[in-house]
């Protein structure tokens, strides 16, 4: 009888009662009368973070490109926060992480101009040359400018070096994570390296990139999962337009998700979507944070909080 009652109270609250109550009183709630599904997702706050966003600019007069690319390689020509806005603003994600765009390279500034331009609303994932005498030096200048994490690739972690090294030691000194967009084959070197240097904050983008190939590799998502017994691992679960049978709604990616949530915790992942690279052709913004809030029926209330914006939020605001 009691436990009827409370079911029937949490779900006529009212947006006003639930701000009053505050979230984590509700997902308590959530919790003690097993909701799942949509009923679940619709008591939770709408105040996500999206982990994993890009933005670029036209203007290449004030912002110009790398070398190593050209204009044309712009595909979108633009996505500015504006853009942005138009997609994450509508669903309820009211914070981003910036990733620092390759176009630009080690040239930071586009990403550090628009996070002074919305305060509160961007943290940034900036670039360095791991390579250059001075990194030290330009780690803490954009730690200074709330850069929260340093964006490294295959290549680099892949080949063992004392520059890397050196940097994984930089980013423990100044609490910034160490953010890894890798492939498949890459993550037994970031092992080595999480084993050598155990206080540094890791993150792995896109689950690694496993699903790529259009199916999910049990042995590589096995590797990916001895990943979390490192307690400063973190996981994005993000770029679904990119994994499995890469179709909304991407209920395929469902078991590799339970599968690194059990490895990892909640408390662990975050969501992300990749813009601007969600939102080309048939893919569209909403389903992706759907998939985590509406269709799991195996993560909780308090799960998806965690995953849609605690993490995010610890690792990259709260740091």
Known sequence: MAIEHLRHTSLQLTRR???????TAL????????????ANAAMLEDNWIDAHVHVWTPDTKKYPLSSKFKVADMQPPSFTPEELFAHCKPVGVKRIVLIQMSFYEFDNRYMLDMMAAHPGVFSGVGIVDHQASDVAVKVRELRKAGVRGLRVYSESVAKPSKAMDNLWKIAADENISICNLINPADIGAVDKLCERFPST?????HFAR????GTIESEPLAALCRLARFPTVHLKTSAFYALGKKAAPYEDLAPMIRQ??????????MWA????????????YEPAIALVRDKLDFLTAAEKQSILRGTAEKVFFNS
């Open 273 to 284: 979507s990749d813009c601007p690279y969600q939102v080309q052709g048939s893919h569209a």
């Open 201 to 205: 904050k890791v993150v792995i983008d």
């Open 17 to 23: 009662e639930f701000t009053a109550m505050g979230a």
């Open 210 to 213: 496993i699903g790529v190939s």
């Open 260 to 269: 690194v949530r059990d490895a990892f915790g909640a408390e662990r992942l």
């Open 27 to 38: 997902a308590t709630t959530a919790l003690a009368v097993g909701l799942t599904g949509s």
